[in-house]
């Protein structure tokens, strides 16, 4: 391995705590994953506090493991790169502390990598190279975002959440459905059983051809639809005097109602994702269509963009499904770039809750 550039990379930006060796930028060594998922499920979302300590009890055995899985010294490491960006705090910055430590220890350099853009970058490993231009879709809890790629490196936005990310809302309505948690794969399963057409939800475009998304409507229709109100969130707005008790709670409904509205809640954000980056991707004059994130891992979503990329006469770019989930083999395959380009920092590296601009 020594003709090799390894790159260790540590990623802690939420619930995840990982660690990963990748070879050249794309070649995965070792992925490791301590996930927190049943720490965060009896609150249907995660703690920020208590994620980061679980990430201080995690860090350094996620670490070990992943160097051994590789079967890679510290001399055989050509850097050490870090998630910096966007994600919670104080998760953040456990990443942060041990990725300096080893930095400083080793006397390898520093690489700080965007979170997000290291999602756009996941199709690559284990896998041929990205063409580009590239229209990119980064979908997950605390993501959704659209971007012109014109190379690893050289990402610009295209468009936003204004409010919940499709991720979110995913949890959120798997939560009103009792469907437990995370709610991405428990809609999914859900939905297999249901009739996608049965229930009519809003899809929410904004005006124009906007690049931004809003599913913040959606999830009210959801629980306006399990509550039976009449008419939806309009009528119930418009609707005098005091608040009355919900007519109907979720145990109301048989388990094909439930299969149903996942399935037809799961077809309004499919739909909207994909509008949004077939617009993306007439803009870009993309030659590749890529997806990221863990909502990449809707199956309603993959199908959605391999015909999508079919009619435009794109490639479609799909992450294997264990580099949808937060994982730190693309924050090690995007840092190589970052290295071939000079793009190195110092143990004053900060950590930042969003992205910089």
């Not at 055989?76 to 300096?100: C, D, F, R, W, Y």
């Not at 995913?170 to 229930?199: E, M, Q």
């Not at 809003?202 to 124009?208: A, H, I, M, N, S």
């Not at 639809?225 to 109907?248: E, L, N, T």
């Amino acid at each position: 391995m020594t003709d090799q550039a390894l790159i260790l990379g540590i990623e802690s930006s939420c619930d995840e705590t990982a660690a990963a060796v990748v070879a050249d930028g794309w070649r995965v060594l070792s992925n490791v994953v301590a996930s927190q998922i049943d720490l965060h499920a009896r609150f249907g979302g995660v703690v920020p506090e208590l994620a980061s300590r679980a990430h201080i009890e995690a860090i350094d055995t996620v670490i070990a493991r992943a160097l051994r899985q590789a079967g890679a010294v510290p001399e055989q490491i050509a850097a050490v790169a870090v998630t910096n960006e966007p994600g919670l705090i104080g998760s953040l910055l456990v990443g942060l502390m041990a990725a300096k430590t080893l930095s400083w220890a080793w006397g390898r350099p520093l690489v700080g990598v965007n979170h997000v853009y290291a999602h756009a970058y996941s199709p690559r490993l284990n896998a041929a190279p990205i063409e580009y231009p590239a229209a990119a879709l980064v979908a997950s809890g605390g993501h959704t975002a659209l971007y012109r790629c014109r190379s690893p490196l050289e990402l610009e936005l295209l468009g936003g959440t204004i409010d919940d990310a499709a991720g979110e809302a995913f949890d959120k309505v798997a939560s009103i459905l009792r469907l437990g948690y995370p709610g991405g794969p428990a809609i999914d399963r859900a939905a297999r059983a249901g009739n996608p057409a049965a229930v009519r939800l809003p899809r929410t475009l904004l005006r124009g051809q906007s690049l931004d998304f809003s599913f913040s409507g959606l999830k009210t229709a959801v629980l306006y639809h399990v509550r039976g109100v009449p008419g939806g969130v309009r009528q119930r707005r418009q609707a005098a005097g005091p608040a009355r008790p919900p007519s109907r709670t979720i145990e109301d409904f048989s388990p094909q109602e439930v299969a149903d509205l996942a399935a037809s809640f799961q077809a309004a954000v499919v739909d909207v994702l994909r509008i949004k980056l077939r617009r993306a991707a007439r803009e870009v004059k993309a030659r590749t269509l890529i997806l990221g994130g863990g909502v990449a891992a809707n199956s309603a979503l993959r199908q959605a963009a391999a015909e999508l990329a079919g009619r435009l006469g794109c490639t479609l770019r799909l992450p294997e499904m264990a580099f949808c989930v937060d994982n730190a083999a693309m924050v090690a395959g995007l840092a190589w770039h970052h290295l071939q380009a000079g793009r190195v920092n110092g143990l004053d590296l900060e950590a930042h809750a969003t992205v910089r601009r």
